[in-house]
């Protein structure tokens, strides 16, 4: 099921440079607005008159600047486009600046700026102008963790619009698949990640998702609906819970709360898009912004153009939120996210000179999820606030598949071999009650309850006895549920700044699954030391609990007379412990030096019952999971490694950033062999790099060129035993050989340039980019397969030279 196999898959697209010049280019200045909400970091209470200060290098230029009002909000006016830097002030707390803030023509800029209180004279302005861009809007992060936004996932090559790509790009995390988004940070499987938007988890943002995975071949994360948000990836706070490996914590921005604006892009692997944004009952300062995607490849195929490829990927997404704005009763806003994506793989069509086609089958494929929320947040005084989201979910998927293989056909029809379907509906309730009780400490505690309502359902040929004497395996369940389960989680956390300097974190985290009536509790702590004005230290300690995937849960095994039983119903969690050391160091505001050094011990891990190399520690990479009963929670792994960091933010009209990651992911199944996982690459290194050029003296032209370059270690495989996959004829693996072969090494130079235009006469801007992906045109592997058709062992290889495109116009 691997939509982005074929190398020749190259969209046919419209010529769009000819509209970037569709409007007059007068050298007369233009202007925009930019509009904000300046608000404490701890507490979240509006902070009234505040001093905003726009940074101009023309020292001769009129000053540009505001007061907060009764609200916390500010309006700049007569803004210059291009890049501009704030610096914002207030009475007893920590000034900071926030630059590169992008101004374009098409679209006012809005502005979410936090401030720390200080320990020093209340009635004093402390200026330290800091710029912490890499800090987490979580203020209980302090470790491990990092803010992204959109203009990251826009700006960087090869990132195909994809937040999960765009974090692939930081150091811990491994993601040298091509064809999958999936996320392994710090040697863990892609299940040990959790998704939260809005404050609650939802499940897996991509099309062509199936159940328990959280990648996907496409997203379906608008990246231009996102404000921004937190990637974690280790010892993480607690009211992070029910995860491994790390946690997206995803925020939805809001639209425009003064103007309607609209947004129209096209992309290859985004599709086409429609963005409208707006006020919403100005007097509360409310605003909806609401996006639409269609996949490009499907449209153009509907009018008759050759896409490179007889499966046509269809998908399409849907994103909202409604900031209904204050109230005295709160703060009310209504978010959701949906999509729906289908394929169909069919024998007649596919290409017989690729060894690992099988023209004697079809496959239709369908992925649909969906999330709408109601969030609530209630100021309770200056120092503390009570938020509330309740939210519906919805996740489902089908795949059948069939021989049209003539020995198989039955009366002349197609014989089914595969027949998947399942859906998962859960309704969420998440509240916490956050607490400033001083400059020094905050408090944070809450809860969040789940009600899951699973029907899955499973028939499959694949590797099963012929019982019935037909001729033909039998067509036997490996899943049927139909019923639901409750899941809570309960969390108490505290941060203690005992100086200006040292910063302690501290909490429990509890998970508690009804299902199999498992209770953990999971303390964590991090401490943070500013040893000097450039030099900060921290370290961290988590204890984490996950769940089983859900597939795991109700696989069942067929006995000798033909009936199938659950055997995997009682398994517990997976436990990992992480322990984190950082150094951090900044030469100057927008160079950043970081290291980590980290820990990973990981126990109860699902494993059989007898002797084998199998371990569930492997598992999440795919659409499916292995088919394997009568498994224990006697497993163990480990993972250490350290990573290095050297950032330059952007400033100056130029950005940089090189990640090197050193690791070893090793497990036990029950032979009691350690072994490598199946993620053990051992490195990866990135060099990212761009820099704009203005065209003209205006300020309104951009030329862009962004790069990036990657290498990674080639992940483990295990052999195939091609004598005894002939003979049962399906892939046979040495099972006792797991893991110790490794696929070649990977590499990939992606090249990105980019127009940037803002109209002098029209509030409009449109931006051009030209993103070449493996320009090299590297035969980077995939993975080694047997092929039952042929009888085989190959290669399959990932996604050769590919160019993507994106059009996008804003007014």
């Known amino acids: 099921m691997d939509i982005m196999k074929n190398n020749h898959y190259l969209p046919i697209f419209p010529t769009l440079l000819v509209l970037l010049f569709a409007f007059q280019q ?13 608000m404490d970091q701890q507490s979240e209470t509006p902070l009234i008159g505040a001093t905003v200060q726009l940074v101009q290098a023309d020292e001769t230029a009129p000053a540009i600047g505001a007061v907060t009002d009764a609200d916390g909000r500010f309006v700049l006016r007569a803004v210059p486009v291009g890049r501009q830097a704030l610096n914002i002030s207030y009475f007893g707390y920590e000034s900071t600046a926030v630059p590169n803030v992008l101004v374009t ?9 936090r401030l720390t209180e200080s320990f020093q004279t209340m009635n004093e302005v402390v200026i330290t102008a800091q710029v912490d861009k890499d800090k987490p809007i979580n203020d209980m992060a302090t470790i491990s963790a990092r803010q992204f936004n959109t203009e990251e996932v826009m700006r960087y090559s090869g990132g195909r619009n994809d937040v999960a790509r765009l974090v ?22 892609p299940t040990g990640v959790l998704w939260r938007m809005e404050g609650v988890p939802i499940p897996n943002p991509n099309h062509f998702s199936t159940l328990g995975t959280t990648g996907g071949p496409v997203s379906a994360l608008n990246p231009n609906m996102i ?5 974690l990836t280790g010892a993480f706070p607690a009211e992070y819970g029910n995860a491994l490996a790390g946690v997206f914590d995803i925020n939805l921005r809001t639209g425009n709360k003064e103007k309607m604006e609209f947004m129209a892009q096209l992309g290859a692997f985004s599709g086409l898009e429609a963005m409208v944004e707006g006020p919403l009952n100005k007097q509360n300062n409310g605003s909806f912004v609401v996006a639409y995607r269609h996949s490009f490849v499907e449209l153009a195929s509907s009018a008759g153009l050759n896409v490179g490829t007889a499966a046509t990927p269809l998908y399409k997404d849907l994103s909202f939120n409604v900031d209904f704005g204050n109230s005295k009763a709160g703060k009310f806003s209504v978010f959701g996210i949906g999509g729906t994506s289908a394929i169909d793989f069919l024998g007649a069509e596919i290409d017989t000179t690729d060894l690992f086609a099988d023209p004697n089958e079809n496959a239709y494929v369908t992925s649909t999820f969906g999330v709408l929320g109601v969030k609530h947040n209630l100021l309770l005084g200056e120092k503390s606030y009570l938020r509330t989201v309740v939210s519906a979910s919805y996740s489902g998927n089908t795949y059948k598949s069939e021989s049209i293989n003539p020995e198989d056909m039955v009366n002349g029809m ?9 859906n998962t509906t859960t309704f969420r309730l998440s509240s916490y009650y956050n607490l400033k009780m001083n400059a020094r400490t905050t408090f944070r505690t809450g809860m969040l309850l789940q009600r899951n309502q699973l029907n899955t359902y499973t028939l499959s040929r694949e590797r099963q006895p012929d019982l019935d004497g037909d001729g033909l395996p039998d067509y036997n369940v490996q899943r049927d549920f139909d019923g639901g389960f409750n899941q809570a989680e309960v969390f108490a956390q505290i941060q203690y700044r005992l100086t200006e300097k040292i910063t302690v974190n501290g909490g429990l985290h509890t998970l508690y699954f009804e299902k199999t009536e498992n209770f953990a509790a999971e303390p964590r702590a991090a401490i943070n030391w500013q040893v000097a004005p ?66 990973q011990w990981l126990t109860d891990v699902p494993v059989e019952q007898q002797p084998s190399s199998f371990s569930l520690i492997n598992a999440g990479a795919d659409f499916v999971f292995p ?34 990651s050193l690791f070893e992911s090793l497990y036990e199944g029950s032979d009691g062999v350690e072994r490598s996982t199946a993620f053990d690459g051992g490195y990866v290194f990135n060099v990212l790099a761009g820099k704009e050029f203005p065209l003209g003296k205006s300020g309104r032209r951009f030329f862009t060129l962004d790069t990036k370059m990657s290498a990674a270690g080639g992940r483990p495989y295990t052999p195939v035993n091609l004598e005894a996959s002939r003979e049962a004829g399906y892939e046979i693996l040495y099972e006792d050989q797991a893991y110790s072969e490794q696929l070649d090494d990977y590499f990939r130079w992606d090249v990105k340039l980019g127009l940037r235009f803002n109209s002098s006469k029209r509030k409009l801007s449109q931006t051009f980019y030209l993103d070449f992906q493996n320009v090299t045109n590297k035969e980077n592997v995939f993975a080694q397969r047997y092929n039952e058709t042929k009888g085989e ?7 050769g030279f590919f160019p993507d495109v994106l059009y996008r116009i804003e007014f």
């Open 627 to 660: 088919d394997k009963g009568s498994l224990v929670n006697e497993g163990v792994g480990t993972n250490m490694g350290a990573e290095f960091t050297v950032e330059k933010f952007f400033n100056r009209g130029y950005y940089g950033l090189v990640t090197l």
């Open 227 to 231: 404000a921004n948000s937190d990637f």
């Open 168 to 189: 692939a790009n930081f150091a811990g995390v491994a993601a040298n698949n091509d064809a999958r988004n999936d996320i392994i940070i710090r040697g863990n499987a």
């Open 26 to 38: 007068k050298t007369m200045a233009q202007t925009q607005i930019i509009r904000g909400l300046v």
């Open 534 to 599: 450039k030099h900060q230290l921290s370290l961290g300690y988590g204890l984490h609990n996950q769940t089983q995937p859900l597939p795991v849960f109700f696989q069942r095994e067929t006995l000798p007379d033909g009936t199938s039983v659950e055997t995997n119903s009682d398994l517990a969690f997976t436990r990992n412990q992480h322990l984190v050391f950082g150094y951090e160091f900044k030469p100057a505001p927008s160079w950043r030096v970081k290291a980590e050094a980290y820990g």
């Open 793 to 799: 062992v190959g290669q399959i290889y990932q996604i």
């Open 414 to 422: 197609p014989l089914p071999t595969n027949d998947v379907d399942d």
């Open 105 to 113: 023509a098409g679209k006012e800029v809005q502005l979410d700026v």
